[in-house]
T-cell receptor, first 118, second 112 residues
Framework: GAVVSQHPSWVICKSGTSVKIECRSL??????MFWYRQFPKQSLMLMAT?????????EQGVEKDKFLINHASLTLSTLTVTSAHPEDSSFYIC??????????????FGPGTRLTVL | GEDVEQSLFLSVREGDSSVINCTYT??????LYWYKQEPGAGLQLLTY?????DMKQDQRLTVLLNKKDKHLSLRIADTQTGDSAIYFC????????????FGSGTRLQVQP
């Protein structure tokens, strides 16, 4: 149980295009999903917190107009990297928090999406 | 503030025990986690400990928490080559967004 998927697993795009990454909780409902970014050999840095039915909360330094987050249902959140540039190339990982009743409130992580912008 | 630190690299021989250490600065964290990341993959939750516990054992994994020193460790008994990966400790606070703050990760290399 508690499986989180991401799609696509990797994507290569040209500079200036937009890329959408999906994060799905497959067997549970998640009122909150988190989006992280990981640069090579570095730790995960929280980008934003996505709550179902409301606007995402972005961390300081993360441009909300560049990284559009939509959390339309209890099982799906999307991250759209708009007008992508080579410096946006990174490993994007989402996590989902089980909604209610789980004492440890554990986050379950997706497998990640590797974005390469040429 | 939130700051979690780990040593960058650990090399052990197969069959030995591995101990990965983590220090954190904020004493108000409620849960502390250990995640494993294999190359090119996402994070796999290994184990967690609640902040009012000192120790937790789960098969080959033993987590020790010294809250006074803000020190967390993960011991892997009988380390296998399949344990080679990057290990992240993370802390969670029960205020605000409840996101995780991750350490820098420790790369564990197991030599046959």
């Amino acid at each position: 149980g508690a499986v989180v998927s991401q799609h696509p697993s990797w994507v290569i795009c040209k500079s200036g295009t937009s890329v959408k990454i999906e994060c799905r909780s497959l067997d549970f409902q998640a009122t909150t999903m988190f989006w992280y970014r990981q640069f090579p050999k570095q730790s995960l840095m929280l980008m934003a917190t996505s709550n179902e039915g409301s606007k995402a909360t972005y961390e300081q330094g993360v441009e909300k107009d560049k990284f559009l987050i939509n959390h339309a249902s209890l099982t799906l959140s999307t991250l759209t990297v708009t007008s992508a540039h080579p410096e946006d190339s990174s490993f994007y990982i989402c996590s989902a928090r089980l909604a209610g009743g789980f004492s440890t409130d554990t986050q379950y992580f997706g497998p990640g999406t590797r974005l390469t912008v040429l | 503030g939130e700051d979690v630190e780990q040593s960058l690299f650990l090399s052990v021989r197969e069959g030995d025990s591995s101990v990965i250490n983590c220090t954190y600065t904020d004493s108000s964290s409620t849960y502390l986690y250990w995640y494993k990341q294999e190359p090119g993959a996402g994070l796999q939750l290994l184990t967690y400990i609640f902040s009012n516990m000192d120790m937790k054992q789960d098969q080959r994994l033993t987590v020790l928490l010294n809250k006074k020193d803000k020190h967390l460790s993960l011991r892997i008994a009988d380390t296998q080559t399949g344990d080679s990966a990057i290990y992240f400790c993370a802390e969670r606070f029960d205020t605000g967004r409840r996101a995780l703050t991750f350490g820098s990760g420790t790369r564990l290399q197991v030599q046959p």
